[in-house]
């Protein structure tokens, strides 16, 4: 169903003015040219976030905003709404509130479905405002287990004979359940991996890999021919690793897929990153900065020059940090700025920023595409990754003849930065001069906020922190940082991860980062100057109010969001 045209208007032309009447039919046009849903357009063309989106909805009906994340949804509340019902009228019931039943609907204002609702639960319904893509992925949820549909397929697969199977068919409905299934789980990445005698399918939720399905091995020439036919890779190439991209429509929004295949003693391993259109991540109210360290961010990035350094090891979410930051400065000037990234390769792409995809086999590398940026009038460029002397060169001196430059580099903490960058021969003059803020992350799970559980840490506990992880001085400094209630430090009390059915068992839901900000200051610049060793500039930085990453955590597991084995796999005292 979803919202009409006319609606659409009334809210983004007339109510809000995010679009004026010849971009709002502009966006009609292409949605209609490029078949995607009108909705997905029109946050492209506002440059809005998803989460700016819903917001834009939910003050126009004067209801709450719902993202109907899989993990919240309560699927026996969900049930007391007939399936067909809630697929004909776009709506999920996905919890309790006193004495209604919060209900998710993508017109709030449809009054008869809302009444409809009410006599056929006999309760009060509290309506809230969802996407309808988030609707439609919910309403999988009525299938069962999402993973069951996987199961089924192979166990139909197992127990026909190979004489009468149709491998064509069995593959493609084998790939998209695995496909789709990656997508409304949230999976970051699909693991396909050959043995000796079966084929197992892995994805990564959370940061972790779980086993979803054992394939025949008899399927995995199929399997592997099918997605190098859909990413346009040389089917008949099995002896050299190869890389590609697809495209898939799924439940209305295109979620965009990235292969990489390397050659095993049993066969073609698969891995394909999934990378949703939607881009949800890229806000970065919703990466897990506390308030202080958020502000501190915001400031920096209204910076007319300089340089911005996300670091940490790989998989930490540097990426996603840095367009989080483009999705900022756009927020607020896009019509104002050009801006401009290099990388390798484009994960996401985003509206009306000119993107750069490296090619070394051309010589289009990092620094050769900073060379030529330069004399295309940037006022801000964000190049993906520092791998080498000349493209640190080319990025400090971007920044400081007059550009901001956001870049990422792969350091153990934030001083540590400054030491690598001298590594790469950038003398320190230069660093101190063009380097403004630093900030170092590592991605820790999320507590299930629906069966996570209180308890009191015995002096077992407590002991073992004082003596591995300096538990008093860093208790300590969060107390004289005054980012932390004395009520949570006085009264301490931890959580611990449960399961239940919303986390699938896991006692975990998505993920949050750990961060470690660090702003240069005139006494950090004169130590750089200076030539200090890291323990000196860290020293100063801590003097200064620098909070560390396991600061950051500690007021993470206070505050119930991690628990205290997951800090302490993640962070460094």
Known sequence: MGLSEQLYRKIFVDEKKVLND?????????????????????IEHAYLSPRQYLQLLADHFQVPPSDLKVGTIDEDVMRKIPEDFANKNLTVAFGMESDAIKVALDDPSNK????????????????????EYSIRRALVLYSGDLTQRIKQIVVKIEDKPPAEENTSSQTVELLTAIIETAVLVDSSDVHIEPYESEVIVRFRIDGLLRTIATVPKRMEPSIVARLKVLSELKVDQTR???????????????????????????????????????????D??????????????????????????????????????????????????????????????????????????????????????????????????MVGEIRDEETADFAIRSALVGRLVLSSLHTNDATSTIIRLMDMKIEPYLISSTLSLVITQRLARRLCPYCRRQYKPDNKVINELKRNHDFDNNLARLKSSKQLEESYTDNMKFYEAVGCKRCNGQGYSGRIGLYEILAISENLQTAINNREDNNKIREIALSEGMKTMFNDGLIKVFKGEIDLPELIRVAYS
């Open 22 to 42: 010849y971009e709002f039919s502009r966006a009609i046009r292409e949605s209609v040219d490029s078949k995607r849903p009108l909705n997905q357009v029109l």
């Open 112 to 131: 008869e479905v809302i009444d409809q609702l009410g006599q056929m639960l006999q309760s009060r319904i509290a309506p809230y405002v969802a996407s």
């Open 240 to 282: 050299l690793p190869q890389d590609g991209r697809f495209t898939q429509i799924i439940k209305g929004q295109e979620v965009n897929f990235r292969i990489s295949t390397i050659p095993t003693l049993w066969g073609e391993k698969i891995v394909l990153r999934v990378l949703p259109r939607e881009a949800h991540l890229f």
């Open 284 to 381: 970065i109210h919703n990466l897990g900065l506390l308030e202080n360290d958020l502000k501190i961010i915001k400031n920096y990035l209204k910076m007319p020059h300089g340089m911005i350094l996300v670091t940490g090891p790989t998989g930490s979410g540097k990426t996603t940090t840095l367009y989080a930051c483009l999705q900022e400065i756009g927020n607020d000037r896009i019509d104002l700025v050009n801006i401009n990234t290099i990388e390798d390769p484009v994960e996401y792409t985003m509206p009306r920023i000119n993107q750069i995809q490296t090619q070394a086999e051309i010589d289009l590398t990092f620094a050769s595409g900073l060379r030529a940026l330069l004399r295309q009038d940037p006022d801000i460029i």
